[in-house]
């Protein structure tokens, strides 16, 4: 640990930020580390955040079933985080047109609560209306209805609903 009095080591950091690079978003490995023993730390991070994705939106992760893991991590090895919430919220943007119904239906609810294009934070929306798998989801402030003949164990009845919000208010 340096003191505020002591110099940095300009060459480590540099060795470390590149390291990281490395490890989370696909940079060339520097010189100096064993390739494997970094490799496998890096797979450990992908799946590390292939599982906080999933918590942050489960239905997404359902839906790719035993898949989900090899399929987020080869999406995520050249990206680095920003974060489970927008990991997961970019890959399912990036996979809008081919994912299952539960997974669409999770991105479309997500989209009639918040504003979101990929750059800056989430925001609120007053007012919206999404298509989901067999009807549509309409949004006013911050209560959501789904028409149609959507299944019943997908409609969000309760504001107060924890699966309500998938992990978007934290």
């Given at each position: 640990?340096t ?5 940095i ?30 490799h ?8 590390k955040?292939?599982?906080?994705a999933?918590?942050?939106w ?6 790719y ?7 987020f ?5 050249e990206r680095p985080?920003r974060?489970?919430l927008?990991?997961a ?10 994912l ?5 239906w999770e ?6 609560r ?9 925001r609120?929306?007053?007012?919206a209306v ?18 149609g ?6 409609r ?6 924890p ?8």
């Open positions: 640990m003191t505020p009095h002591e110099p080591d300009a060459g480590l950091a540099a060795a470390q930020e590149a390291l990281v690079r490395h490890m989370t978003a696909g940079g060339p490995l520097p010189p100096g580390f064993d390739a494997d023993a970094v496998a730390a890096a797979v450990a991070i992908l799946r955040r292939a599982g906080a999933a918590r942050a489960p239905r997404l992760a359902t839906a079933g035993p898949g989900w893991t090899e399929a991590t080869a999406w995520a090895a985080t974060g489970s927008h990991d919220w970019d890959f399912a943007l990036a996979r809008r047109d081919a299952p119904p539960p997974a669409a991105l479309a609810l997500a989209e009639t918040w504003a979101y294009d990929g750059d800056a934070p989430p609120r929306r007053t007012v999404r298509r989901v798998p067999g009807g549509y989801a309409v949004q006013v402030r911050g209560r959501t209805r789904v028409f003949k959507a299944r019943a164990g997908d969000q009845t309760r504001p107060g609903n699966s309500s919000h998938y992990g978007l208010d934290q």
